[in-house]
């Protein structure tokens, strides 16, 4: 067993490292990628393949202090029914170089609040995209749910257009950590939501909480980790709060007197772990965790689980089309990241070409990287014989790459020809192995603790 002063010793405490949810990671993403590229990227896209689907709503009634994302605050429906509008322009766009044929395999739409669409802009946006992009088979069709902005009418709307999965934050249900953060949402609200979502039928649940939060304890970690597994969620993601007030300036509203030490960041994920373990949740990952009968463990067991821009995920599709400001969209080709303000975002579509501002193109070893990168996010383990097979390396390269990370980590990773695996004891390692694999300079980035 790995003890404190231990990973202390390896810089578990001390080190920023990125959550590696794409590879390269989006700081360094550069001009590579351009509107004409990405044009062709959607034009060389399989005709009657499958293909993911994300929109990016980025209003929110009230912006929480604790959000790093790109959102903006409206107290009136106008600056949403004109950005509806854009969205439309830009899936048409879209159909004007999608090849024939092409099916979703997931429809995902985030914010910001996409929850706080009108019904009657629910359904004109739905029936846009499907028109375009129709629900394949199998086809999964989920929304970021704020329970403080939802309704009967809202849900009826998004139940109509085919969502089967819904997404829940919850981030704590504390009191004081609740008005220390800036996000009053009660038990009680989120409760009444969720029996909304499951009359209409929905029966998929995902659901945020967070750890690392000011005035967060054991004891009231405890208290929100059991309130949520009465509400009987199907996937989990315990997210580690990432506080960095010199990206998102509301965060400056937090006191940093009140965050917990590194040290207790990871007893507070370790209780919530044992909890989540305890209520025969898998663990997916390094940080969701999924009931037994879900598709993301059905992944995990069958070595097909994926990570991408919403964590872990069970969808194949190797193309991941990205809608709205400051989206990103991933092809076998690369990255390509739609404007991130709003405004220069509309004025390029209104212009009639897609927003794209920057991405990158995939050369020398990235695809192999992001490979191993993923497969130790996911699975902790690399595979030698898959690796040789899908990629242009050698054994003995891979192998110098693996005593690499080894000595890194003072031989606690277990290393043979088959490949390299992180001992249960060592997970909480996982992102920093995973740095070892990482062949873009990390020292300008800002990324989040490494617990």
Known sequence: MIVKPQ???LGLFDAKVPRYTSYPTAPHFSNDVGPSLFGDWISGIKPGSSVSLYVHVPFCRRLCWFCACRTQGTQTDNPVIAYVD???AELDLLAAHLPAGVTLSRLHWGGGTPTLLNPDLMRDLAARILE???LGPDAEFS????????DEGRLDALAEAGMNRASIGVQDFDDEIQKTIGRIQSYDTTRKAIEMIRARGIASLNADILYGLPHQTKARM???????LSLSPDRVALYGYAHVPWMAKRQQLIPTDALPTPEDRLDLFDTARRLFLWDKYAEIGIDHFATQDDGLTHALNTGRLKRNFQGYTDDQSDVLIGIGASSISRFPQGYAQNAPATSAHTKAIREGGFSISRGHLFKGQ????????????????IDTAEILRDHNITAAELQEMYQTANATFDGLLSVSEDGLFIPPEARALTRMVARTFDAYDLSKAGHSSAI
Do not use: G, H, W, Y
């Open 7 to 9: 990973l202390s010793k």
């Open 86 to 88: 854009v969205l439309k």
């Open 143 to 150: 929304v970021e749910i704020d329970p403080n902005e939802i």
């Open 366 to 381: 990235d695809i192999l990287r992001a490979r191993l990168i993923e497969a130790l996010m996911c699975d902790f383990r």
């Open 222 to 228: 405890t208290e929100s980790v059991q309130k949520l």
């Open 132 to 134: 375009i992009v129709p």
